[in-house]
């Protein structure tokens, strides 16, 4: 006698991709913070160890007196570019890295090959950043708070620019991770790309130090832009203008989540 065919489960069904698959970006999370946690134990106070060391280099080489930039004793002017730095760069870390490490593996296809929209791929990475690199800044905060670092003049401003900071090199580093085809290739574009913004971006110098036409090609750095507000909103100083700031960071921001939801949705450079 033939069996007959199994039925299928009634409570199989195809997915529709209507509402946002919350467990799946919860599950995407989950998985790259254990990964910070498993294999980067030391990334939480490393970056914090190392404004701490900045800040100790410049109080010796200040001596008994008090250099002044712009308006601002030296270590205030300097504490919110240090704190953003790394913030920023630990949320390029976190997705570079984290990609470039799945890629290298074979295991892009845990995360790819789940039924799984390109939009909430990038809702996870972008969420697994932003906690990362906001508490790598939290930590840096902490630590230079016995260095003279005060606590922001405008809280709402300093939130905004410094989620819009981590989102949006957050963001350039899935794009690397992507484009990247191994550990050199990630690392120089962190060495050769993002290192020279930051330290281009009027994080360790005010912009009048700068004689023209750097002056203006500094309005071109994104970082500038993030940097200079953040510092408005802890300090109340600025070398630009804060509201200009804004609204470029959230156009850079709106442009470049378009753009890596178009590559993850093309499967660009997913797999080597």
Known sequence: ????????????????????????????????????ILFFKLALFGPALQ?????????????NSVPVVGTLPLLQFLAPGLILSATMHKAFETIGYSFVFDKTENIIG???????????????????ASLSGLLIGLTVWIGLLPF???????????????LAGVIIVGLLGLLAGIHSIGWDSISAKDIFILTPLSFLSCAFFPLNALSEPLQTLMMYNPLFHLIDGFRFAVTG????????SAAIVLVILCVLTVICHRVLRSGYKIKY
């Open 1 to 36: 006698m033939q069996a007959r065919p199994a039925l299928p489960d009634p409570n199989l069904h195809p997915r529709r991709f209507v509402r946002p698959n919350w467990y799946a970006i919860r599950a995407i999370i989950r998985r790259e913070i254990l990964r910070e």
């Open 51 to 63: 404004a701490v060391l900045f800040a100790m280099v410049f109080v010796l080489a200040a001596g």
């Open 110 to 128: 845990d995360v790819f090959g789940a039924p799984v929209t390109a939009g909430e791929v990038l809702a996870g990475y972008i969420a697994t």
């Open 148 to 162: 003279g670092m005060i606590l922001p003049v405008n809280p709402f401003a300093a939130a905004y620019f410094a």
């Open 237 to 244: 100083y600025t070398d630009g203008q804060p509201v200009v």
